[in-house]
């Protein structure tokens, strides 16, 4: 029995005057193998299999977000992946699957065929962990992207006098507290504007989440209040 191209054959059995034969091929590329047999008589017979291919190349994903900016809408990843060439042979990509965590708590596992991945929970941290499989079932090591920063929701802001009087004099500074509230990033700040938009000052820096209090802002008179936040804008 020969086999082409050329390889390890090996005669695994031989019963009612049937051999068994097994053929090896390691290297990664494309086959059509041919297998040719001859009897003690000299009489010889030839068939043609079908072709098969070798890829033991895992595919490779990349993923695209900017994580060094705050997002104020919901975030799409976008993720691309391919097969890489080897042995002149790429299986091509079967599919691509990404994990989405929230509060680094892992979401369920979803292909990308169904959706572009989209990042909705608002947090300073959010992850996304992902890999692709190619047709010959060969799967990349999983890749993961951290620090997605999303923040749909307006700070508040609140003044009060203090302490609160019947009456102050006039031409005097009010005695004024504000207290800044933002449930999403931490370090939001507050501008106080005049009507032409100059910055009069800038106070209450929230160092955590929650409530930030500023006493002791002294103010001749009324003016408008911008809020905003400090990293998401």
Known sequence: VNIEPNTTLVRTSFANNISTYVATYTEEGYYIYTITATDQSGNTGT???E????DKTPPITTGNVNTSIWHTSDVPVNLDAYDPISG??????????????????PQQIQALSLGLPIINYEDDDNWIEYWSVDRAGNEE???????????KTMPYISLELEPLLQEYPNNEPLPVVMEVYDPIVDGAAIE???GGGTTQCV???????????QKN??????LPIREFDGRAG
């Open 217 to 222: 802002l002294q103010l001749l008179e009324r």
């Open 141 to 151: 090591q999983h890749r993961l992207i951290k620090g997605i920063k999303l923040d």
């Open 192 to 194: 106080i504007v005049d």
């Open 203 to 213: 106070a209450g820096v929230i160092v955590q989440r929650g409530r930030g209090r």
């Open 88 to 105: 002149n042979v790429a299986s091509g990509i079967k599919n691509t699957y990404y994990i989405i965590y929230q509060d680094e708590v």
């Open 51 to 54: 072709s098969f291919t070798i």
């Open 47 to 49: 068939y043609v299999s």
